[in-house]
């Protein structure tokens, strides 16, 4: 009886750790919402953009996962030596303090070289450009033509090599690629809470 009954409870905890560890999964690998960008550089953007290829990624200043996004930011600037100029907007919801965004992503961004970081107050920007995610990266051409758009990324918060930055690389180092978009993981970009991990979100 003694055994039986520990083996119950093995195979009960088992149980749970496994749906425990689907769930988890789950949420890491389930895309947001893709943006509804322009197809040409929207001409109300208060963005000053060059004549160049320009990259804008999309981000909210308190999601953990876009600790990700900004680590293979840095990888593809690396790769791309200076031949992109690069935007970071942190959204800024309506009614939060005035140093809401000046987050450690913020610190992060900042000291990345060749990036400008805008404080864009009340998502303005970003709802020119059509982002809803945070970790959306768009990527248009010289011209003004959108011709990719995506997440740096495989899944929330996953470090390491990614279609989506393997794409933006190949259109900026050799003005082709065979995808023209991505998804994208990230935290809701209107949302002025602070986003949760992944363990936090499913015990909500």
Not at 71 to 82: F, N
Not at 118 to 145: K, M, T, W
């Amino acid at each position: 009886m003694r055994r039986l009954l520990f083996s119950l409870i093995v195979l009960g905890w088992l149980s749970v750790v496994s749906a425990g560890t689907v769930l988890v999964w789950s949420y890491n690998h389930r895309p947001g919402q893709p943006a509804a960008a322009p197809e040409h550089w929207p001409t109300h953007s208060k963005i000053e953009r060059k004549h160049g290829d320009t990259l804008i990624i999309v981000a909210h200043p308190k999601c953990p996962c876009t600790r990700a996004t900004l680590e293979e930011l840095a990888k593809l600037l690396t790769h791309t030596q200076g031949r992109v100029e690069t935007f970071i907007l942190f959204a800024r919801p309506k009614g939060v303090p005035n140093d809401w965004s000046e987050t450690d992503l913020w610190q992060k961004a900042t000291a990345m070289p060749g990036v400008t970081v805008l404080n864009d107050q009340d998502g303005i920007e970003a709802q020119r450009f059509g982002a809803h995610v945070s970790g959306q990266a768009l990527l248009y051409d010289p011209n003004g033509q959108l011709v990719f758009h995506g997440g740096l990324t495989e899944s929330r918060g996953q470090i390491g090599d990614n279609a989506g930055r393997q794409a933006i690389e190949d259109l900026i180092n050799r003005g082709s690629s065979e995808r023209s978009h991505t998804d994208v993981f990230g935290c809701p970009l209107f949302d002025a809470n602070e986003c949760p991990m992944p363990n936090d979100a499913l015990n909500r």
